[in-house]
């Protein structure tokens, strides 16, 4: 954004500069231009009167000094002729000989105007041409001709040129100068934004300065402020009431537990199928607790992942190894083959602690809801490192892997899982929380392949 705004201001000053600066350049040129037709005119005017003096008392020698005077001073030579075309002042540069010279003389002669000398630039070399009648109109006694150099006007030009142009120069750089402070001075604040709202998405508490820029962004990162630390405060609430409620429910749950329990011994025969029914639900219930319990503090930790500057980090393989084996009883008890394939040793962006959560409700599913083989592997590209699990089971329909990671979420129809459907969620979150992604796949011909992707430590 930054550069398109500079773009757009520098265009506009450069079309301020450049309007400003090629007409000041062609005043310029026009202005000395001016000055040396006004400088020749008034010399060849002057020897106008010379020649008609001359004519007319048949005297040259005060003309062709003067003349010589001239062409010695100012490298002009001067060709004076009378009403017969015959020379009066001639010179090897200007005679009355050549073709061009004596067309002007012609065209003088005849009373016709001179045209106009071209606008001199600092290119301009042609040396110009001044012709004047001697005498009146209707009776014209001769020619005056003065060939005027243009070098000394082509090198003035040229230098008021230069210092315009360096002007110009000089204002473009403070427009573009200008241009940068401004582009800075409101394009600050909405990157300061924009960190914020990414910050908050992140679930940090942040707060964006709100005492620079334009009064509009002012007011806009207050609002902005106000904002994050309500939403934040919002989601810590509520956190906390999901982790307060199920603390305090565990009190009187583990007292309905013994209240359960101690009555096994007085429940005759005819009541052990409504007993177990209700033990049942006791342990659902307490497995519902325990999730929400564990989802609590997988948010607490996704939040302090989230602000934290140096996250910790777990070593891949020998946290997949260890949590392998610490389910592989349970595994070899509901007759699951757990196999592990590559699994390259590099340091992830997070926890061991965490990793080894979202392992456990990967294995704990593959190996509840599963098939009999269960496999594992892993394998990392640009910095990112993918975690496999594939089990051979019934697996899930497009829909349901839709949903599989929202909180309470389970698979209906008959045989369905009894689970709390906080397993996914949980792990879910902690995998976003340290930059990651959680992903449910189809496994051909039957299962489910859940993939973890999480960043890789750089070395």
Same mark, same amino acid.
């Given at each position: ?8 201001? !520098?265009?506009?000053? @450069? ?20 000055? !040396? ?23 040259? +020698? ?24 015959? %020379? #009066? ?19 003088? =002669?005849?009373?016709?105007?001179? %045209? ?14 001044? +012709? ?13 001709? =003065? ?58 508490? $942040? ?12 007011? @806009? ?30 009190? %009187? ?44 503090? &997988? ?8 602000? +934290?500057?140096?996250? *910790?980090? &777990?070593?891949?393989?020998? $946290? ?25 040793? $590099?340091? #992830? ?17 593959? /190996? ?18 993918? /975690? ?17 990671? *929202? ?37 051909? %011909? ?5 993939? $973890? ?7």
């Amino acid at each position: 954004m930054r550069a398109r705004l500079l773009v757009a201001l !520098l265009v506009f000053a @450069l079309a301020a500069v450049a309007g400003f600066a090629v007409p000041l350049l062609s005043a310029t040129a026009e202005q000395r231009t001016q000055q !040396l037709v006004i400088s020749r005119n008034a010399d060849v005017d002057r020897f106008v009167l010379l020649a008609q003096q001359a004519v007319e008392s048949g005297d040259t +020698a005060m003309l062709r000094t003067e003349a010589e005077s001239y062409r010695s001073l100012y490298n002009e030579p001067v060709l004076v002729v009378d009403a017969n075309r015959r %020379p #009066l002042v001639e010179s090897r540069e200007l005679s009355v000989d050549q073709p061009p010279v004596r067309a002007l003389v012609e065209a003088t =002669l005849r009373n016709q105007a001179t %045209p106009a000398p071209e606008t001199v630039g600092p290119w301009s070399a042609e040396p110009v041409m001044f +012709a004047r009648p001697v005498g009146p109109s209707t009776r014209v006694a001769g020619v005056v001709l =003065l060939r005027a150099s243009v070098d000394a006007a082509a090198a003035d030009v040229g230098r008021r040129w230069l210092l315009t142009g360096l002007g110009a120069v000089a204002a473009a750089l403070a427009f573009a100068a200008l241009a940068w402070l401004f582009a800075r001075w409101v394009l600050k604040p909405l990157r300061q934004l924009e960190d914020g709202v990414l910050a908050v998405a992140g679930g940090r508490r $942040v707060q964006v300065p709100a005492s620079t820029g334009p009064k509009e962004l002012r007011v @806009l990162a207050a609002e902005f402020n106000q904002m994050s630390d309500a939403v934040l405060e919002s989601a810590e609430q509520q956190r906390r009431m999901v982790a307060d409620a199920s603390h305090q429910l565990r009190n %009187p749950m583990a007292a309905l537990r013994l209240r359960v329990d101690s009555l096994a011994p007085r429940v005759d025969e005819g009541g052990q199928r409504t007993y177990q029914a209700t033990v049942t639900e006791v342990e659902r219930l307490e497995s519902l607790l325990d999730g929400l319990l564990a989802l609590a503090v &997988a948010e607490s930790t996704a939040t302090r992942a989230a602000a +934290a500057g140096s996250p *910790e980090h &777990a070593g891949l393989r020998s $946290v997949l190894a260890e949590r392998v084996d610490a389910w592989r009883p349970s595994a070899d008890r509901s007759d699951v083959d757990i196999k592990v394939g590559e699994v390259p040793d $590099v340091l #992830l962006r997070c926890p061991e602690s965490d990793l080894a959560q979202i392992l456990d409700v990967l294995l704990d599913n593959a /190996i509840s809801y599963g098939g009999p083989e269960l496999a594992l592997s892993a394998s990392v590209q640009d910095d990112t490192a993918a /975690i496999l699990v594939r089990d051979n089971g019934p697996g899930l329909s497009e829909e349901d892997r839709a949903k599989a990671t *929202e909180r309470f979420w389970r698979r209906g129809g008959d045989g369905a899982p009894r689970g709390t459907g906080l397993g996914l969620a949980i792990a879910e979150r902690l995998t976003t929380a340290h930059g990651g992604r959680l992903s449910l796949h189809g496994t051909q %011909p039957h299962g489910l392949t859940v993939r $973890v992707e999480l960043p890789v430590v750089s070395s």
